[in-house]
């Protein structure tokens, strides 16, 4: 009977034992539980992050991509009329001086005579010329008189229309700037027209044997000149530059 009742208690101590046992290893295993969630919880935050940063960061970088991407093409259609740069002044400058050469007259006397000759062509009457120079880019390789001629024109209507025509469309350089009616009598028309070319300087020999000729003709005048100045007492104011 005592060792029944001795039995007894042992087993109840023991059951009391693994019971303690128990509760403090269910604690342990809550607790590691927890933990175990907590843990996943951050996890689940900082991946939640990273993902946001991850598509930020890609949408910048499109963005900055789309960026470069403009800049660039930008920048290359704004080169390419650069290109070749050197050549384009170099060919500019040829044909600049190719124009100025073939097209502008060197003195007053080659457009005068080219104003005569289409005047004389279309049977066109010159009357009451003026002319007033200007200086155009002075102290240049490149420097030109302006010269505007303001003139009368008489003739029929198609021979003044021929004439202006002709004139637009000549090898030397003539710019109409002004026409203004003066009148109309019998079939006659008389017109004011206002007209500009540029004297450039001459190149090489160009226009030596013109002048040669019109120092012999100067001479010829002043001797002229000086001969009925010692008749007359008086003698002629010189002429134009032609």
């Known amino acids: ?37 907590l843990l996943g919880l951050v996890n689940l935050y900082f991946l939640v992050h990273v993902a946001f940063t991850w598509r930020s960061a890609n949408s910048d970088n499109a963005q900055a991509l789309a960026d470069q991407t403009v800049q660039m093409k930008t920048a290359e259609i704004a ?9 384009k002044l170099a060919q500019a400058t040829k044909d600049a001086d190719k124009f100025s050469k073939q097209r502008l007259p060197y003195a007053y006397s080659e457009f005068l005579a080219e104003l005569g000759a289409q005047a004389k062509k279309q049977n ?26 303001d003139a009368g024109l008489n003739g029929d209507y198609r021979s003044l229309v021929m004439f202006i025509n002709s004139l637009e469309r000549d090898k030397m350089f003539f710019l109409i700037r002004a026409l203004t009616l003066t009148g109309q009598q019998s079939g006659t028309v008389g017109l ?36 009925a100045a010692g008749r007359t007492g008086s003698a002629p104011a010189p002429g134009r530059r032609q």
């Open 192 to 227: 004011r027209v206002g007209l500009t070319t540029y004297e450039r300087s001459p190149i090489g020999a160009e226009g030596t044997e013109k002048t040669v000729a019109a120092a012999d003709e100067d001479g010829k005048a002043g001797d002229k000149a000086a001969g």
């Open 79 to 87: 080169r390419q009329p650069l290109e070749g740069l050197d050549a």
């Open 124 to 149: 066109v009457k010159l009357t009451r010329a003026q002319y007033a120079e200007s200086p155009e880019m002075d102290g240049t390789p490149g420097a030109l008189t302006e010269v505007r001629v």
């Open 1 to 37: 009977m005592t060792t029944t009742v001795a039995e007894k208690k042992r087993s109840a101590i023991a059951a009391k034992q693994w019971a303690e046992k128990a509760r403090k290893l269910a604690t342990l295993l809550n607790l590691h539980i927890a933990g175990v969630v």
